[in-house]
């Protein structure tokens, strides 16, 4: 590879933060062994929890995060399991209450694509994006909920009876075609959030959802591994860098602590101003 086709440098987003602000609490995060889900994990971890690592493939992957999180003093194992199969779901959180005891933080964040353009898209693609991505997110967080209303609040753990954090995307503001199926599901999980945070609130169940813009992860690799394809989409984020990782687990992490307490039914913009339009900054 030549310079100018050198990958940008690593930017410069400080380290997730590590005050202890979950200590005892236990967290499950899904689509956790790489990328957004993994750094979340981690955030967690460092900042107290005890954390489940889902998986759905990558063994060795998904116990070097858990590795990683027991460095930080917190316990964590992985589980290997499908978030749109409800048994699956099911037995996954049977194995929490069992190792843990209780649930007080959920991250859906396990997702995938499955591009096509919308003459060529068959059913299996349109399904299996809308059945992991949001579907998922309803599987997961009805087991949850379960456990929340059974246990309530805890106030020597948090404010709150539970905490959900649905992880959706600028798309679900900004539409992508060639990207329905996709754009789609991040669309219901806007919904589906709200309106899990308004019929929930009242039971001290806080509701919240991050979404990212451009943030260097493997699903996206062509989008900024060259210089070309780098200043090509920096051209959409007007703060000038590609967002890392751990900026979304550092904002997990507030979500998730009784800092934000009283943040309920929000999607929190993680995107460098994405959802600026900067397309229009020059008048359209």
């Known amino acids: 590879m030549n310079s100018s086709q050198a990958a940008p440098a690593e930017s410069s987003a400080p380290p997730v933060a590590v005050h202890k602000v979950l200590t005892g609490q236990k967290a499950l995060v899904t689509g ?5 889900g993994k750094a979340v994990a981690i955030g967690l971890g460092q900042a107290g ?8 493939a990558d063994d060795a992957a998904a116990d070097a995060v858990v590795e ?3 460095k930080s003093g917190a316990r964590a194992y992985a589980y290997k399991a499908d978030v749109s199969s409800e048994d699956q779901v099911a037995a996954m959180f049977a194995r ?5 005891g209780t649930i007080d933080i959920l991250v859906s964040n396990a997702g995938l694509q499955r591009d096509s353009a919308l003459h060529e898209m068959t059913l299996a693609q349109w399904n299996t994006v809308l059945n992991i991505n949001l579907t998922g997110q309803f599987l997961c967080a009805r087991q949850a909920v379960q456990e929340f209303l059974r246990r309530g609040v805890v106030p020597s753990v948090s404010s709150a009876a539970g905490k959900i954090i649905c ?48 943030i260097r992860t493997p699903i996206n690799t062509s989008a900024w591994q060259t210089k070309a394809a780098y200043d090509a ?5 007007p703060y000038g860098r590609i967002g890392e990782p751990e900026d979304i687990a550092r904002a997990a992490v507030w979500l998730a602590s009784d800092h934000s307490d009283y943040v309920v039914g929000t999607t929190l913009f993680v995107d460098g101003g994405m959802t600026l339009y900067p397309g229009f900054s020059t008048g359209g």
Not at 195 to 208: F, G, T, Y
Not at 233 to 237: N, Q
């Open 32 to 36: 956790a062994n790489s990328g957004i």
């Open 49 to 56: 929890a005890d954390v489940v690592v889902n998986y759905v």
């Open 68 to 70: 990683e999180i027991r």
């Open 96 to 100: 929490m209450m069992r190792e843990f």
């Open 167 to 214: 992880m959706s995307s600028v798309h679900q503001e900004i539409p992508w075609g060639g990207h329905v199926n996709y754009a789609s599901s991040k669309g219901g999980i806007k919904l589906l959030m709200e309106s899990m945070a308004q019929e929930l609130a009242p039971k001290r169940i806080r509701v919240n959802a991050i979404a990212p813009g451009a």
């Open 233 to 237: 989409l920096m051209t959409l984020v």
